[in-house]
């Protein structure tokens, strides 16, 4: 485990020289990514950042950015209007950020909700909840890979359940659709285990870029209240209990921006970023070099060396070619 003191040290070294000049941050509009972003303008480094959600949340947006620039005037940040649960408008949004960026330093990925109740879809004919926790953010890093390739130390932190994996993964049904097929727990480790492995191969076909898939343990975020129906058993069950559990033992959310902070700056994952004098990460092929780490709400990490092998062995064809067929048309 990395305490907490040791990553508030780390973090304070955090300065013009070493802070991701530029950052996108999608869902960072609440929980985790807000957090984060909060975390990151406090370390008073001249940063411009991309903060992207959906408009019903651009009037709360620009009262949290007059709070960031209060607290660090040397901060930039961009509201970025995009339903990206949609695939045409997160090709949309990343279309504007080429046109205006010559590289990317960060790419922080919260966008999701646990998918309780029945299933619904986009009008792209997508789960809304796989639209956002999968295609939508493994769009965003093809069309960024290029620009984060063009960063010193760059970083693609991906935030849902990284070191969860199983490898019950349904193959034949990567998109939950048959009848009958579909529930909440079975969606997010579908989701998680298609995180996981195309995290890798991007991490594999370009080491220059560091790839985080982080599980942030219990933070009460308001996500698990999300997708389901406000009059079910579901959603009283986590309004009654759930919620007032996780805001008595879970992580607070100040904690929670600071290692995830952490996560995306520190040299402890592949060597590059703010100096680490620490246990270097294991990725996820159990190597403390570059590549995708998998890191927990301690900051450490696991190769999740049981389910990884079966992953790579059985799943990887089929949930990439599969993830290509789907995001070509957005490519």
């Known amino acids: ?17 070493t802070a991701p000049r530029v950052a996108v941050f999608v869902g960072g509009t609440s929980g985790i ?37 209060a607290i660090n005037p040397k901060a930039e940040v961009i509201w970025t209007e995009g339903e990206i649960a949609l695939l045409a408008e997160t090709k949309r949004v990343c279309e504007a950020i080429k046109s205006k960026e010559s590289r990317v330093d960060l790419l922080f990925l919260t966008t999701g909700y646990a998918p309780f109740g029945t299933r619904r879809e986009t009008a792209e004919g997508l789960e809304i909840a796989q639209s956002l926790e999968y295609y939508s953010r493994m769009l965003f890093v093809l069309h960024l890979l290029p620009l984060l390739g ?53 991490a594999n076909d370009n080491p220059n870029v560091t790839f985080i898939h982080s599980w942030p343990g219990w933070v009460n975020t308001g996500n698990a209240r999300r997708g389901s129906d406000p009059n079910s058993i579901m959603a009283w069950f986590v309004w009654l209990i759930l919620e007032p559990l996780l805001g008595r033992f879970g992580i607070s959310d100040e904690e929670s921006g600071q290692r995830h902070l952490f996560q995306s700056t520190s040299a402890a994952f592949g060597g590059r970023g703010v100096l680490w004098k620490g246990q270097p990460g294991i990725n996820s092929l159990g190597n403390p070099a570059e590549g995708l780490f998998l890191v927990n709400y301690k900051c450490d990490c696991t190769p999740n060396a049981k389910v990884m092998p079966l992953l790579r062995e059985k799943a990887l064809g089929k949930i990439w070619d599969h993830t290509q067929e789907v995001l070509r048309p957005y490519l």
């Open 1 to 17: 485990m990395v305490s907490y003191k040791e990553i508030q040290a780390s973090n304070a070294l955090i300065n013009d020289a």
């Open 150 to 202: 063009e960063a010193e130390a760059p970083k693609v932190v991906s935030v849902l359940a990284g070191g969860l994996e199983r490898a019950t993964i349904d193959l034949d049904d990567l998109d939950l659709k048959r009848p009958g097929n579909f529930g909440g727990m079975k969606a997010q480790t579908q989701y998680a285990a298609m995180n996981t492995t195309t995290l890798e191969k991007l």
């Open 33 to 69: 990514g807000k957090f984060t972003v909060r975390a990151l303008v406090a370390t008073g480094a001249s940063v411009r950042i991309y903060l992207v959600g959906r408009k019903s949340s651009e009037e709360r947006m620009h009262a949290f950015i007059l709070e960031l620039h």
